[in-house]
């Protein structure tokens, strides 16, 4: 499954001047993505930790929401993965709203419905790993995102449901 994620994000950074991470978590696909240069945000240092190799990439910790005030150069595309669902809606649709403004294409990848989380996943006490919000995909589409289902991607789960978006400027 998760190779399947990897293709996806892939697709959709390769070949960008500056892709940033937002909630990067073990940066397992930020360091995969072929680009000029790549930035993670990460609030959870102890994720970063878990990364064998930072070369070639910038790691901040911080959280994704000040994004604004990181000091960030000039990015062109934004990525999720697992993690606009740890915002609330507010925020998140406010962070997205801000990278749209910005004229950064966005990919993201987002569990469908109901998908709780209440522990950290990687056993390093992170209390940032809560599900805040929950999405739909015409929640995205009607932000102007196109969207592709992927219905039964998460077997672990009752739904299992998740989808991918993205953005462009025009």
């Known amino acids: 499954m998760k190779s399947r994620v990897l293709e996806w994000v892939k697709s959709q950074c ?3 001047r500056h892709v940033v991470e937002f909630g990067a ?3 397992d696909y ?3 993505i072929r680009c000029r240069q790549r930035t993670a945000i990460e609030i959870c240092g102890e994720y970063v930790k ?3 190799s930072t070369d070639a990439l910038t790691v901040i910790v911080a959280d994704m929401r000040d994004y604004r005030n990181l000091g960030l150069r000039k990015f062109d595309c934004a990525l999720f993965v697992d993690s606009i669902e740890h915002l609330t809606k507010d925020d998140a649709l406010k962070l997205l709203r ?3 403004e910005d004229g950064v294409r966005i990919a993201s ?3 469908e419905g109901e998908y709780p ?3 950290d996943v990687w056993g390093c006490n992170n209390p940032h ?3 805040l919000s929950t999405w739909n995909h015409k929640e995205f589409a009607d932000l102007g995102f196109e969207t592709e289902q992927w219905p039964g991607f998460h077997e672990d789960h009752e739904t299992g449901d998740a989808f991918v978006v993205s953005w462009s400027p025009a």
């Open 25 to 27: 978590g073990k940066l």
């Open 50 to 52: 878990l990364q064998k």
């Open 109 to 111: 990848f987002v569990p």
């Open 98 to 100: 801000q990278l749209q």
């Open 14 to 16: 390769d070949g960008s």
């Open 117 to 119: 989380q209440t522990e």
């Open 129 to 131: 790993q809560t599900h």
């Open 30 to 32: 930020i360091v995969r």
